[in-house]
């Protein structure tokens, strides 16, 4: 069974700092997929990685995949407080079926 | 249209009603999905429809129902819930049933049993 864990959980950071979130998954896959959510909101679609080595960028933030080590990280630069929200990697099952397993989440809340 | 339309937004209903969710998209994607997600959780996937067959059933209880009427259409029919199944529930579809261009969620419904 495919398992998807984040860390940290919870993260608090202050504006204009640099910090990365870890996604760590247990069966080969080569396609993950970042996610951002704000409370009670859907899940808004960041980026889609889907070869070993990927590294994608918009803004603030940069994704990156390594299938070998079965590592996703997302970084975040100079982080301002509208980054605050909840954060998902999610791992493509690829079978007959393809489904996203997703991570634990990552809480991010920046200050000022 | 790059949207994924959930229809209602909030719902509120009894242990004893039956009602239906609904999602709607005009893509052309071939693969739709129900995802459910509970208060500080990730989502979890239930089912998964390719070309309008129902491809996954994650051992979903039978008071949830799937329907798939068109590739563009797709139902959640909730019978006899439980206050346990209040959750955000979240449609999502793509292309086909390997996500190369991404999966589109829906802004989702908020469920309530009473």
């Known amino acids: 069974e495919l398992k998807v864990e984040q860390n940290p959980l919870f993260l608090s950071m202050q504006e204009g700092k640099n910090y990365t979130i870890y996604c760590n998954y247990s069966?080969?896959?080569?396609?993950l997929y970042w996610y951002r959510q704000d409370p009670g909101k859907s899940l808004e679609s960041l980026f889609v990685?889907?070869?070993?080595?990927a590294v994608k960028q918009e803004g603030r933030l940069m994704a990156s995949l390594d299938t070998k080590a079965r590592l996703s990280t997302l970084h975040i630069t100079a982080a301002v407080h509208d980054l605050s929200a909840t954060y998902f990697c999610a791992v493509e099952n690829t079978g007959t079926a393809s489904k996203l397993t997703f991570g634990t989440g990552t809480r991010l809340q920046v200050t000022l | 249209d790059t949207e994924v339309t959930q229809t209602p937004k909030h719902l509120v209903m009894g242990m004893t009603n039956k009602k239906s969710l609904k999602c709607e998209q005009h893509m052309g994607h071939r693969a739709m999905y129900w995802y459910k997600q509970k208060a500080k959780k990730p989502p979890e996937l239930m089912f998964v429809?390719?070309?309008?067959?129902?491809?996954i059933n994650e051992s979903v209880p039978s008071r949830f129902s799937p329907e798939c009427p068109n590739s563009s259409l797709l139902n959640l029919h909730l019978h006899a819930l439980q206050p346990e199944d209040s959750a955000l529930y979240l449609c999502?579809?793509?292309?086909?049933?390997?996500?190369?261009?991404?999966?589109?969620f829906g802004s989702g419904t908020r469920l309530t049993v009473v």
């Open positions: 069966t080969t896959s080569d396609r």
């Open positions: 429809y390719s070309y309008e067959k129902l491809s």
């Open positions: 999502a579809s793509s292309q086909t049933i390997r996500g190369l261009d991404g999966y589109t």
């Open positions: 990685l889907l070869s070993n080595g």
